[in-house]
């Protein structure tokens, strides 16, 4: 996956994720910038620190 498609992949479940929140009434549309904020970042790091840890499988093939 490309660095510039992981990163839109990463923005649109952000944005899912706070609409589904709005819409649930679990944050209002004013606490939209800073629950993106912080939705954005946990997405972003779960998501790049899952790409940089290797599969068991990869760490087989690694090791034979």
């Known amino acids: 996956m490309g660095k510039f498609?992981?990163?839109?992949q990463i923005?649109?479940?952000s944005k899912e994720i706070v609409v589904k929140f709005?819409?649930?009434?679990?944050?209002?549309p004013t606490?939209?910038?800073?629950a993106f904020k912080s939705?954005?970042?946990t997405v972003d790091e779960t998501v790049?620190?899952?790409?940089a840890?290797?599969?068991?499988?990869e760490s087989?093939?690694?090791a034979t």
């Open 5 to 8: 498609n992981q990163d839109e």
């Open 11 to 13: 923005l649109r479940a």
């Open 22 to 28: 709005i819409e649930t009434g679990r944050v209002s």
């Open 31 to 34: 606490g939209f910038p800073e």
């Open 39 to 41: 939705i954005y970042r």
């Open 48 to 51: 790049k620190q899952s790409a």
């Open 53 to 57: 840890t290797p599969t068991d499988a």
């Open 60 to 62: 087989t093939e690694a």
